[in-house]
């Protein structure tokens, strides 16, 4: 099992450029989440999803959106990327049950020109 | 509301000495909390967590943590810390009644030769 993988690994791009990235999962896992790591900051909560075709925001979501088409995917969208938004970022997911532990992916290191 | 607090930003010890990284939580309900460890340029690993039950909790790679719930604290200990250990570690809560987990801002473990 792959676990939890992130694509791409690096990316810059230019002020008010537009991405996504991408999360996906393999442990059928009905939770997902993206995070963003800054120094000083810890891990931040920008949106979550608790199933298939939901989403919520977290604790930073402007200027991000989201998808969770599919089950095992959860896609981060930056419409027009600002010198804020770089970060690192984190995907992460888990099973439904409260206790239970987030699994994380490698991070996406992100830089806005 | 959930919030958890690392008081220090780095922690020193030199191999083969105890070591312990602070925490302490603030809840509404009952918590359930996590421990996870970051190295450079990897996504979090989980340590171990808190439940229910027994006050001390043991996890991975020799690590153990003490709930105290009057002190409202769960700091992670190792009773002799490794060079390898040298990483950064979260403290994470959960209050029953949420769906997403709140993390600490990190404390940077460095273990001395």
């Known amino acids: 099992n792959a676990g939890v993988t992130q694509t791409p690994k690096f990316r810059v791009l230019k002020t008010g450029q537009s991405m996504t990235l991408l999360c996906a999962q393999d442990m059928n896992h009905e939770y997902m989440y993206w995070y963003r790591q800054d120094p000083g900051m810890g891990l931040r909560l920008i949106h979550y999803?608790?199933?298939?075709?939901?989403?919520a925001k977290g604790e930073v979501p402007d200027g991000y959106n989201v998808s969770r088409l599919k089950k095992q995917n959860f896609l981060l969208g930056l419409e027009s990327a600002a010198p804020s938004q770089t970060s690192v970022y984190f995907c992460?997911?888990?099973?439904?049950?409260?206790?239970?532990?987030?699994?994380f992916g490698p991070g996406t290191r992100l830089t806005v020109l | 509301a959930q919030s958890v607090a690392q008081p220090e930003d780095q922690v020193n010890v030199a191999e083969g000495n105890p070591l312990t990284v602070k925490c302490t939580y603030s809840?509404?309900?009952?918590?359930?909390l996590f421990w996870y460890v970051q190295y450079p340029n990897r996504g979090l690993q989980f340590l171990l967590k808190y439940i229910t039950g027994d006050n001390l909790v043991k996890g991975s790679y020799g690590f153990e943590a003490e709930f105290n719930k009057s002190q409202t604290s769960f700091h992670l200990k190792k009773p002799s810390a490794l060079v390898s250990d040298s990483a950064l570690y979260f403290c994470?809560?959960?209050?029953?009644?949420?769906?997403?987990?709140?993390f600490g801002k990190g404390t940077m473990l460095l273990v001395s030769p």
């Open positions: 999803s608790v199933g298939e075709g939901t989403t």
């Open positions: 994470a809560v959960r209050d029953k009644g949420y769906s997403t987990l709140t």
């Open positions: 992460a997911s888990s099973s439904a049950i409260s206790y239970n532990e987030q699994f």
């Open positions: 809840v509404s309900g009952n918590p359930y």
